[in-house]
């Protein structure tokens, strides 16, 4: 079985604002950093989105996945076990029912572990995942957060 840890923050410049996510993955020595940046989101969109597409990079079904992320937003919902009642509810009145609905498809493939760290506190990983999620919302080329815009209509 494969173990992997995820690093993950995300960031918005005003909220909404622009945005964009960081996420650091590791196994072994292998080591990977991944961020992307967005014209009009959210704080919760991108954190949520950089725990999704952290997932969504592992490719061996199954891995024991440990996530660190310092979003009580996306923690609590998943350990506390809000998501699925939301789910069960069609995310009625939910904020970001497109990227639970995404988080759900890919969260069912791995044993996944989620953990809160307190945010700009001198963790190192964390941190790494701050500047590369702020040097993506900061950067050029962003792209457009459909998801947020449809739940603007």
């Known amino acids: 079985m494969s173990h992997i840890t995820i ?3 995300g960031s918005s410049r005003g909220n909404p604002g622009p ?3 960081g996420i650091i993955l590791a196994s072994g020595h292998h080591r990977k950093e991944l961020s992307k940046g967005f014209k009009l989101t ?3 969109r ?3 989105l950089a725990v999704i597409v952290g997932l969504e990079s592992i490719k061996i079904p199954g891995s024991e996945v440990h996530i660190y992320s310092d979003s ?9 076990k809000w998501v699925f009642g939301w789910e069960k509810k069609g995310f009625k009145d939910k904020k970001n029912p497109d ?3 995404r988080f759900l498809l890919v969260n069912a493939k791995h044993k ?5 760290i307190k945010g700009h506190n001198e963790h190192s990983e964390n941190e790494r995942c701050d500047v590369l999620a702020t040097e993506a919302a900061d950067g050029y080329d962003l792209e457009i957060d459909s ?3 449809e739940s603007k209509k």
């Open 7 to 9: 690093y993950t923050d």
């Open 19 to 21: 945005g964009g996510y």
């Open 42 to 44: 959210t704080n919760n």
């Open 46 to 48: 991108m954190e949520l």
């Open 72 to 80: 009580k937003y996306v923690v609590e919902a998943v350990e506390k």
């Open 99 to 101: 990227l639970w609905k």
């Open 112 to 116: 996944v572990k989620f953990h809160w």
């Open 147 to 149: 998801g947020y815009l």
